[in-house]
């Protein structure tokens, strides 16, 4: 976790682009690499018959295919 403050919007840089450094250096130091946020959208192909099917299974619960996607990939172990 990276930690920042300042009270005003220097303050608030400054602290910020230190505490990435810090971040960074921390990494080097234990041969790790940053961690990287993930965006959130995934693009899936597949062949149409289960595009198909999930749509369908989408459908039936009331959701979008998109949910229920995302129901499946959190149920998985």
Same mark, same amino acid.
């Given at each position: 976790?990276?930690?920042?403050?300042?009270?005003?919007?220097?303050?608030?840089? #400054?602290?910020?682009?230190?505490?990435? #450094?810090?971040? @960074? +250096?921390?990494?080097?130091?234990?041969? /790790?690499?940053? #961690? =990287?946020?993930?965006? $959130?959208?995934? @693009?899936? /192909? +597949?062949?149409?018959?289960?595009? /198909? =099917?999930?749509? @369908?299974?989408?459908?039936?619960? $009331?959701?979008?295919?998109s949910?229920?996607?995302? /129901?499946?990939? #959190?149920?998985?172990?």
């Amino acid at each position: 976790m990276i930690h920042f403050e300042g009270s005003n919007a220097q303050e608030l840089w #400054d602290s910020f682009r230190g505490s990435i #450094d810090e971040y @960074l +250096t921390i990494c080097a130091e234990k041969g /790790r690499s940053p #961690d =990287k946020p993930f965006s $959130g959208k995934i @693009l899936v /192909r +597949t062949e149409p018959e289960l595009h /198909r =099917k999930a749509a @369908l299974r989408a459908a039936a619960e $009331g959701i979008s295919l998109s949910q229920w996607i995302a /129901r499946q990939i #959190d149920a998985a172990p």
